[in-house]
């Protein structure tokens, strides 16, 4: 009897092992679940993963120079939480957010998500027509200056999420809103140096609104027409590229693109012959006007000469520009084309979303034969007086 007793107690004890360890085992691979990396062919800042039922989110490059990884945690309807620390959960659906950015506006636009917007810094920046068909309707707040100076707001507004540009100062509030419980996701957009690298973030916002396969869909379309357009601009030889003179003074200092800058790029896709092309840096190139006169005298087009109306105007602001000979000759550019209804440039909500539409502007503007039958968007000549 003692050894049948025994027995039982030793298999008793090697059953509830047995059914822990089983246990532990399953719960590992439940919490542990497989991650798929989506690819991204030009944005370096950010990464996208996959799981069954949730998505993470990882900006590397919140700002230039940043030195830490910010991490997001998307979770699809009805999802479990998986483990891992985060910086903040968004629990899809979504009906209620709050953008800081023109430059995300579009991203509402082209994914037929304006209807989502609650909230935004100074609405008299924004240009999209379908996002002031909301503003007029009464359902986005105007947060007056800035976030940072309205986070009371925000709270009160209780978004599902509030995206936050790094060039505002908006960062030092990012603890008073995690205390809030108000996921706040960090947007870099801005530090990448690929035209198509910025229009590439409409995927980013795709999952943070749960509308990853059709911001795939428009991206994929701007980068199609970026890259047609910019095959026209690579059969030019290199005679045939006119030299092209960007930036304008401010207080003595001329401000030009460096030549690994978003802007530089793309005059150089466009088939121009950048005059400061030898100047490194993805910022601005700080230059002194003597060097500027000394290297771009004879440039034969100005191109992104700030947001003048007109030659006369331009010229009076700063006599010293009538110098130059694209001045003489007519051949200024700038992005003044289109303004929203307040007056703000759509150049500066749309610009970063459609490279596309810059670039065939500037096609247009150097090698107006490649495309005869396009009318420029953004860009237009400036005239004597308007």
């Given amino acids: 009897m003692k050894n049948l007793r025994f027995s039982l107690l030793i298999t008793s004890l090697f059953l509830m092992v047995t059914f822990s360890f089983t246990g532990c085992y399953e719960n590992k691979n439940e919490n542990a679940q497989e991650l798929e990396k989506i690819a991204l062919g030009y944005a370096s800042g950010y990464t996208i993963s996959r799981g069954n039922d949730f998505w993470e989110l990882e900006v590397t490059q919140a700002w230039s120079g940043a030195d830490r990884v910010f991490k997001y945690l998307v979770l699809e309807e009805n999802a479990k939480k998986p483990a891992g620390n985060f910086d903040a959960i968004i629990q899809l659906p979504v009906e209620k957010i709050i953008l800081t950015s023109t430059t995300h506006i579009p991203h509402l636009d082209m994914l037929n998500a304006n209807e989502k917007l609650i909230g935004f810094p100074n609405l008299n920046l924004i240009s999209s027509d379908k996002t002031w068909i909301q503003i007029d309707a009464g359902k986005v707040e105007d947060l007056g200056a800035g976030p940072s100076a309205n986070t009371e707001m925000v709270i009160d507004l209780a978004p599902d999420w509030i995206m936050i540009s790094t060039l505002g100062d908006d960062l030092k509030y990012m603890d008073l809103l995690a205390q809030a419980e108000i996921p706040a996701v960090i947007n870099g957009e801005y530090v990448e140096q690929h035209p198509l690298g910025r229009a590439e973030?409409?995927?980013?916002?795709?999952?943070?609104?749960?509308?990853?396969?059709?911001?795939?869909?428009?991206?994929?379309?701007?980068?199609?027409?970026?890259?047609?357009?910019?095959?026209?601009?690579?059969?030019?030889?290199?005679?045939?590229?006119?030299?092209?003179?960007?930036?304008?003074?401010?207080?003595?200092?001329?401000?030009a693109p460096g030549s690994e800058s978003w802007g530089a790029k793309i005059l150089q896709n466009a088939g121009g012959n950048y005059i400061f092309s030898d100047q490194k840096g993805t910022g601005s190139a700080q230059l002194n006007y003597e060097f500027v006169l000394e290297n771009a005298l004879e440039a034969d087009f100005w191109i992104g000469s700030a947001d003048f109306p007109d030659l006369q105007t331009m010229g009076n602001a700063e006599p010293r520009y009538k110098t130059f000979e694209a001045f003489k000759s007519g051949n200024v550019f700038s992005y003044t084309q289109k303004r929203g209804r307040a007056g703000g440039f759509e150049y500066f909500e749309l610009g970063y979303m459609r490279p596309d539409l810059i670039l065939k502007d500037l096609i247009k503007i150097l090698h107006p034969n490649l495309l005869p039958a396009y009318e420029l968007y953004f860009y237009q000549q400036l005239n004597e007086k308007k």
Wanted: glycine letters at 6%; a negative charge; hydrophobic letters at 40%.
């Fill in 201 to 255: 973030w409409i995927k980013f916002s795709g999952v943070l609104l749960g509308k990853y396969e059709e911001s795939k869909v428009v991206f994929e379309q701007v980068e199609k027409d970026y890259l047609e357009a910019e095959k026209l601009s690579n059969l030019m030889i290199d005679s045939l590229r006119p030299t092209v003179l960007s930036g304008v003074l401010y207080q003595d200092i001329w401000y």
